[in-house]
């Protein structure tokens, strides 16, 4: 079965520091993975995603993940952090008709 | 949050009763999904439907019942089995199973509180 984990349950940076919120992944095949952010009582809000072709992938706000297929990792990172980008970021995976989503990482960032 | 509507906003609900979640959309999505969040517990599936009248069970479907009826519609009920349904429901879709890398869009989410 496909999964991924998110080993920090939260991270903090402080503002305008880069910033790398960690995922990495299990499956059988090519992997199809997601990033989505989560406000606070909000539903989830598509980032990015990795189908195929180059390792670095751009997405909304300024953030980019970066598929590393010997480390089966697919991290989120973004070059400046915000204070408003302080939320829930989750991974996900393909698995057949469905995603499956880590945890979620609770990113602060520090003014 | 898109084209997918949730309703209500807030919820509550008396132990024993039923209540049923509204989720709408206007993406012209063939599939449709409803997650229950609970803090720490990210999301957890609870139902799934990739087509008009054909719905398949999640990771924790036990305690809810859904419908497929329209396209644009899969309603989520909460029955009195569930005994532990506070939390937030969160409706996605997407457009469909065809494209493994379909991306699953969400709605703003129902919190529910049983009294």
């Known amino acids: 079965a496909q999964s991924v984990a998110q080993p920090e349950d939260q991270v903090n940076v402080a503002e305008g520091n880069p910033l790398t919120v960690k995922c990495t992944y299990s499956v059988s095949g090519n992997p199809y993975l997601f990033w989505y952010v989560q406000y606070p009582n909000r539903g989830l809000q598509f980032l990015l995603k990795y189908i195929t072709g180059d390792n670095l992938v751009k997405g909304s706000y300024g953030f980019e993940a970066e598929f590393n297929k010997s480390q089966t990792s697919f991290h989120l990172k973004k070059p400046s952090a915000l204070v408003s980008d302080s939320a829930l970021y989750f991974c996900?995976?393909?698995?057949?008709?469905?995603?499956?989503f880590g945890k979620g990482t609770r990113l602060h960032i520090l003014p | 949050d898109g084209g997918i509507t949730q309703s209500p906003k807030y919820l509550f609900r008396k132990e024993g009763q039923n209540v049923t979640l509204s989720c709408e959309q206007n993406l012209n999505h063939d599939a449709m999904y409803w997650y229950r969040q609970d803090p720490g517990q990210g999301l957890r599936l609870i139902y799934y439907s990739q087509i008009v009248n054909d719905f398949q069970k999640g990771d924790i479907a036990e305690g809810y019942s859904v419908s497929r009826e329209k396209k644009e519609s899969f309603p989520l009920t909460v029955t009195s089995a569930q005994k532990n349904p506070t939390a937030f429901y969160l409706c996605?879709?997407?457009?469909?199973?065809?494209?493994?890398?379909?991306?699953?869009?969400f709605g703003p989410g129902t919190r529910l509180t049983v009294l």
């Open positions: 996605a879709s997407s457009m469909g199973a065809g494209a493994r890398s379909d991306t699953q869009y």
């Open positions: 996900a995976v393909r698995d057949i008709d469905k995603i499956i």
